[in-house]
C-alpha cells in the first residue's frame, strides 16, 4: 500500500509578527537571491527572443542561460546511435544549420552535408582547427592536430610519406595480422572479456616510452644504416628542424588516433553483430572462403581484404552507425556568408558527423545496423566517418585494415554474447559505461 508522504510545514509570516529562530537567515537569502533569479530569468527570455532580432544573420537558435549557454545539453551523455534530446530538438525547430552558445562563445552547428564539405575543404584557408581545449591534454600541443600553416603542411606530407601504399598493404598488413592472432589466442584462456580497452589517462606512460625511443634514435643514428625502420625514425631523418616534443607528441597522436578508431570500432562492431546474427553468419562465411581459396597458409593479402565485398559493408556501418567522431571543431578566418546567414570571422562551427549519419533523407531507417544497404548504395555525401578535405584522418586506410583484420581473426575463432547489459554512449567521445563485458566460446577448431 503507498501511503501518503507527509509535507514539511511552510512558516508563515504574517504582518506583526515577530521573526525569530532561523527566520531572518531564511529572508536575508531571500532577500540576496531574488534579484539573481529575476535577472536569470529575465536574460533567459531576452536571449531567446534576441535570436532574430540583432543576431538575424546568424543561424537561428536559441543561444541558452547567460555564460553557460547549452554547454550542458550540449554535452550531456546519451546513446551514441542516437543525437541526443539537445541536438533532436534544435534540428527539428531551426533546421539542418542553428546557432547556440558553448562557454560564452556562439557556436554554429551544421548537419547540412553541402556546408560541412565547404567547411572541410577550406581548411586553412576560410576555416582553422578549433579542438575543445582539453584535447590537446590527451594529444599535446605539437600533434599534428593543433599544427597550421606551412607546419602543418609538411609534416602532414612526412606522416603521409612513412604511411604509403606499399608500406600498409605489406609491412602494416603483416604486422597487424601477427598482432590479431596474438591476441585471439590469448583470448582462449579466458571466458569473460572486456572488448571496451580503457585508454585514457595513459598518455604520460606512452609519451616517457616514446621519447625514450626518439632519443635513442637520435643518438645512434649513424647506425641506422639509412633504415627508417619507424615513425620516430622518419621523423629524425627527414624533418630534423622538429623538437623532441613535436616528433613524440607526433607519434603519440597517431598511436592514439589508430589505437582508439580500431579498439572502438571493434567493440562497436561486436556490439552491432552480436545483435545481427544473420550478418554475423554471412561475414563468417566470407571470411572462410578467403580462408578457402588460399589454401593452407591462411594469410590475409591486400586482394583480399579488398574484395571482402561483405566485410567492407559491415565496416561501412559500424563507422555510419556507431558515429565514432561526432563532430568536427573549426573556427571562421573571415566573415563566411552561406545561404543567406553571415557567420562572422572566429566564430566556432561544428560540423555534426552523427547528424549526417543519422538522417532519414540520405538514409532509409537510419537508425538501423544494415550493413546491407552498403552493397546497393556504395558511397553517400552524407558519410564522412574520416573527416574531409585536407585535415581527412591521415590512418583511415590503416584503421579499416585494421578492424577487417581484427574482425576476421575474431569471427573464424569464436562465437560470443553479452555478458550484461551495456551499450555505447558518446560521453563526448564513445564509450561503454561497463567496458562491454563479453563472454565468448572458442569455436570447436582453431581456423585462423
Sequence with gaps: MLLPVEQPEIPI?????????????????????????????????????????????????DKGWPIVGSTFSLFKPHPATTLGDFLNLQLSRYGKIFSTSYLGRTLVISADPEFNRFVLQNELRLFQNDLPSHIKTILGEGNLSFMTGETYKSTKSLVLGFFNSWQIQTRFLAEVEEAAKRVMTSWRQKSLILANEELSKARNFIFSIVKIKAEDRKRNSDKMDGKESDLIQYHLKNNPSLSMQSICDSVIGLI?????????????????????????????????????????TGKLTWDDYKNMEFCQSVINETLRFGNIVPGLWRKTLSDIDFKGYT????????????????????????????????????????????????????????????????????????NWELDEPDHPIAFPLITFPKDLPIRIHPLVEKTA
Design 13 to 61: 509570516l504574517k504582518a506583526g509578527s515577530q521573526i525569530t529562530g532561523a527566520d531572518p537567515v531564511i529572508l536575508l537569502l531571500t532577500v540576496l537571491l531574488a534579484p539573481i533569479i529575476v535577472i536569470l530569468l529575465v536574460s533567459r527570455l531576452w536571449i531567446t527572443e534576441k535570436k532574430n532580432g540583432g543576431d538575424s544573420k546568424l543561424p537561428p537558435g
Design 256 to 296: 592514439f588516433a589508430t589505437l582508439f578508431n580500431t579498439q572502438i570500432s571493434v567493440a562497436l562492431a561486436m556490439y552491432f553483430l552480436g545483435q545481427c546474427p544473420k550478418a554475423l553468419q554471412q561475414l563468417r562465411e566470407e571470411f572462410q572462403q578467403k580462408m578457402n581459396d588460399t589454401g593452407t
Design 343 to 414: 557567420i562572422p570571422q572566429g566564430t566556432t562551427v561544428m560540423t555534426n558527423i552523427a547528424a549526417m549519419h543519422l538522417d532519414p533523407s540520405a538514409f532509409e531507417n537510419p537508425n538501423i545496423f544494415d550493413p546491407w544497404r552498403w552493397l546497393v548504395m556504395k558511397k553517400s555525401n552524407n558519410w564522412m566517418p574520416f573527416g574531409g578535405g585536407v585535415r581527412q584522418c591521415n590512418g583511415s586506410e590503416i584503421a579499416r585494415m585494421e578492424i577487417a583484420v581484427f574482425l576476421r581473426h575474431l569471427i573464424l575463432n569464436y
